[in-house]
């Protein structure tokens, strides 16, 4: 399906979804398209990294399978576990019946008993799935080499089965918040793009577009509330999905304007550190002052 999508095409799509983007991300999606190769995704959470990959399975009409990385997380957990419950209970129930140790053996650790984690999910796919690994650099160096050794073959070997190669190859979309730095084989393996924050034009259409019943002084009040929020030292700069929550809560309240008190009665919808909270709570009249938003209207 790829093959036949164009630049314009995928613009089109993207917009059809609902993800309001500009031509470098546009490009980066049809390049990953085109080459078949994964798409590293970095920048300041809560800017639509991960939409990308739900709007993309959207558009290409596929399913959306997600690895989310963690600490910790291991090649068993990613790939596959067996289903020791189900073992137990089908020996259980055939502990009196004819067949060999071997036979049995070869019955418990077959497929039907396979739990398939999302990378042999993808692996195993019927059609071309896209495949999301969300918040790749909250894993660790020693399970980043083992991805990499499975984005270059595509195929992995469970010892009780056999090698398992992958018949339709995923579309790969991988994000990450920076929070450690990726090996140099990881990154060459992939196209980069980098999204930012949305300055003051792009994020108000979104929130238009995202938030349809908003009014629109409210709407362009909160755009530029928010433009200067993040001009702050902030312990967590609030990031596009913020925004849309604050516009979806304030729109539901039916205020049409900001003022003073309202922010301070729902500033916890945007910030999520105390510590944050407190420090705009000191400076909220000089933002207030910076954003055109006054305590009286």
Known sequence: MSNNLQLPDIQQMLLQQGYITDRSV?????????????LLIEGPAGVGKTEIAKVMANALQTDLIRLQCYEGLDATHAL???????QLLHLKMTEHDTHSID??????????????????????????????????????????SFLLEVLSDWQITIPEIGTIKATYIPQVILTGNR?????????RRCLYLYIDYPDFEKEWLIVKNK??????????????????????KLE?????????????????????HLDKSIIEQ????????????????????????????????
């Open 211 to 232: 938030v349809p019943g908003i009014d629109a002084r409210l709407g362009e009040q909160i755009t530029r509330f928010m433009q200067e929020l993040r001009k702050m």
């Open 179 to 187: 929070t450690r730095e990726l090996s140099e084989a990881l990154r």
């Open 26 to 38: 546009a490009m980066s999606v049809f390049l990953s398209l085109q080459l078949n190769k994964p």
């Open 103 to 144: 036979e049995k053996e070869r019955t418990i650790f077959s497929e039907q008993f396979l739990m398939k984690r999302p990378l042999l999910q993808a692996i195993t796919h019927t059609q071309k799935p896209v495949l999301l690994i969300d918040e790749v650099d909250r894993s660790d160096e020693e399970f980043e």
């Open 80 to 86: 596959y576990e067996w289903n020791y419950q189900r």
């Open 236 to 256: 967590k700069t609030p990031g596009l999905a913020e925004t849309l929550d604050w516009a979806m809560a304030l729109s539901a309240l039916h205020i049409d």
């Open 266 to 297: 729902t500033l916890g919808v945007v910030l999520k550190e105390w510590q944050d909270t407190r420090h705009v709570q000191v400076s909220l009249d000089e933002l207030m002052e910076k954003t055109g938003v006054h305590t009286k209207i």
